[in-house]
């Protein structure tokens, strides 16, 4: 795949991630949950070193999306790295049907299941959506332990070979992400179900 196709792909991911060629929701988010959940700052301290971004948000049908671009000398127009988080309605990204045959399907090959499914929020998948040469979108998508959202961390990168791939820690900027819902719309109570980190190592039950 030649870069200028890869970015057609990153692009056409883009859509269908947003929602705007997805199937309607019947739930609402809340205004402005978006900006209550990452900002510039808090997502270039998710580089180690911090890295210099430039951002915006967007909103499109029913979902909330922070974009930030690393910010280095591209001399083609195709180079990249985005990163994206997205905040939509429970199940717009991470149906808990699929999620539950995906999971116990890695259980019965006997694979990694904590690499794969990081115990964040009410469950949490790590996703790879496509590689070209030189250039790759791979992400993070969980539920929070409410099951009101699904949040999506997705990074789409296409680098010149003189420019070093920043290092970003996708599981700890999950947890940032989770830990800032959490303290401002989380209300968990002693024993509720849902609210425990899910074990990486048991099956999935069916949620009530």
């Not at 999306?65 to 083609?76: G, K, T, V, W």
């Not at 990074?155 to 599981?171: R, Y």
Request: net charge negative; hydrophobic share 40%; charged share 25%.
């Amino acid at each position: 795949m030649c870069s200028w196709d890869f970015v057609k792909v990153f692009v056409l991911y883009g859509v269908l991630a947003s929602g705007a060629l997805g199937c309607a929701s019947t739930n609402s988010l809340r205004t402005g949950l978006i900006e209550r959940l990452v900002d510039k700052q808090s997502a270039a301290n998710a580089f180690q070193p911090e890295v210099r971004l430039d951002s915006r948000f967007i909103r499109a049908d029913e979902v909330q999306s922070f974009i930030a671009d690393y910010l280095f000398e591209r001399h083609n127009p195709a180079e990249h790295y985005t990163l994206q988080v997205s905040v939509a309605p429970s199940g717009r990204f991470l149906d808990p049907a699929q999620y539950k045959t995906r999971r116990e399907a890695f259980l019965q090959a006997g694979a990694e299941m904590e690499a794969e499914f990081p115990a964040i929020g009410l469950r949490a998948q790590r996703e790879f959506f496509g590689a070209g040469p030189g250039g790759a979108s791979y992400g993070l998508t969980f539920t929070t332990r409410d099951g009101q959202y699904d949040i999506r961390i997705n990074v789409s990168a296409l680098l010149p070979e003189n420019v070093t791939d920043p290092n970003l820690d996708l599981e700890a900027f999950a947890r940032d992400i989770e830990a800032r819902y959490d303290s401002q719309f989380g209300k968990p109570t002693s024993g509720a179900r849902g609210w425990a980190p899910m074990d990486s190592n048991k099956p999935v039950e069916d949620s009530p």
